[in-house]
């Protein structure tokens, strides 16, 4: 065989496998021709529930290794705060996140309000065992020095300090700094993707936010978190990654009335979406929800039990032109948003060239 008989055939078979392979649109936020999705909300911690309903959704196996082949998981964020095992869960998707990427799957990981809050510094929701799970053998060391750098005055003053500097603080507040172990890969996530036309995202897109569209908002968040970081602490509210109606902390699209609907037409048409699909906001009811004729999806039902009484693990699918609400012991239909209809303009311009 010649060589270039040999180069010919492995172009070929190159061609064939790049088109056999789901592949991001135009845009890096945008993916389509997916045949299935699942996506998971808050964990907070909640290791155990998180697997379990990974496995039950059929793409965690018995090793916990990645078993899904190509399907697309999307996470929406909030692994951290509120649970002890933040740390193990992240590990976990960390790794599924390449495995995924070998079985020509995808793990969409996006950042939530509580890991752009650990990046800042805001450690408010931290718990002990979260503390804990950074403690190394030089931790009592570390508190000593810093304990003793303060100049206490007396014994009792000492003894608060110790109380309020937990274990592993230091080695923690390191590994999501810019350059910690944890801090890097969290600042290189995005904040929104659309999968074949459902934006996913962990509060949701306002109407203030949305005309700036996915790639400029996760562009900006990143900035925001990066070369921007001090001006972002000094001023957070001011922030697109920490203000009330920015992306990772808008309740409204799971707490406005019936009549935000047209409002809710207007957004998902600038971002050319059919539906929304959101955490952040446990649902009432324990249950994936669905609002505004399923145009939002809600889908924070509260895995967490130190923190959502009466909650649960559940997970999204989308499949076979089919919503899914798949928990432990059962799986429900969801009802799928209507399709909108396609503006007159649209409809009576001429084919593009």
């Not at 008989?5 to 790049?18: D, E, G, K, Y």
């Not at 000593?144 to 110790?162: D, F, G, T, W």
């Not at 937990?166 to 969290?186: I, K, S, T, V």
Request: with cysteine.
């Amino acid at each position: 065989m010649t060589r270039n008989r040999i180069i010919a055939l492995l172009f070929t078979a190159a061609v064939i496998a790049f088109a056999s392979r789901p592949a991001p649109a135009a845009s890096p936020c945008e993916w389509t021709g997916i045949d299935r999705v699942v996506a998971v909300g808050d964990v907070h911690g909640a290791y155990d529930r998180f697997v379990e309903i990974l496995k039950v959704a059929g793409v965690l196996d018995a090793g916990l290794h990645w078993a899904g082949g190509s399907t697309h998981v999307v996470q929406l964020g909030d692994i951290l705060d509120r649970g002890d095992d933040s740390r193990k869960a992240l590990d976990l998707v960390r790794r599924l996140e390449k495995e995924a990427q070998a079985a020509r799957g995808q793990l969409h990981l996006l950042l939530g309000n509580h890991e752009a809050a650990r990046m800042l510094g805001d450690l408010r929701l931290t718990t002990a065992g979260e503390y804990a799970a950074f403690v190394t053998p030089s931790s009592e060391s570390v508190r000593e020095k810093y304990v003793k750098s303060l100049h206490p005055a007396s014994n009792e003053e000492r003894a608060q300090l110790i109380q309020q500097t937990p274990l592993g603080l230091f080695e923690m507040r390191q590994a999501f700094g810019r350059d910690g172990e944890y801090g890097r890969w969290l600042r290189q996530l995005p904040v929104t993707v659309t999968i074949d036309g459902f934006l996913f995202v962990h509060g949701g897109i306002s109407p203030a936010v949305a005309p700036l569209g996915c790639e400029a908002i996760n562009e900006q968040v990143r900035r925001e978190l990066t070369t921007d970081l001090e001006k972002t602490r000094e001023a957070p509210l001011a922030s697109l990654t920490a203000r009330v109606d920015g992306p990772l902390w808008y309740r409204g699209l799971a707490q406005e009335g019936d009549d935000f609907a047209p409002q809710i037409d207007e957004m998902l048409s600038k971002a050319q979406a059919r539906a929304m699909v959101i955490g952040h906001t446990v649902t009432p009811t324990g249950r994936v929800t669905s609002r505004f004729d399923g145009r939002v999806i809600q889908i924070d039902t509260g895995m967490q039990p130190a923190y959502a009484q009466g909650g649960r693990a559940s997970a999204l699918e989308i499949a076979r032109g089919e919503l899914t609400a798949i928990y432990v012991d059962r799986r429900d239909p969801v009802p799928l948003p209507k399709r909108q209809a396609v503006p007159a303009a649209a409809a009576q311009a001429p084919p593009a060239p």
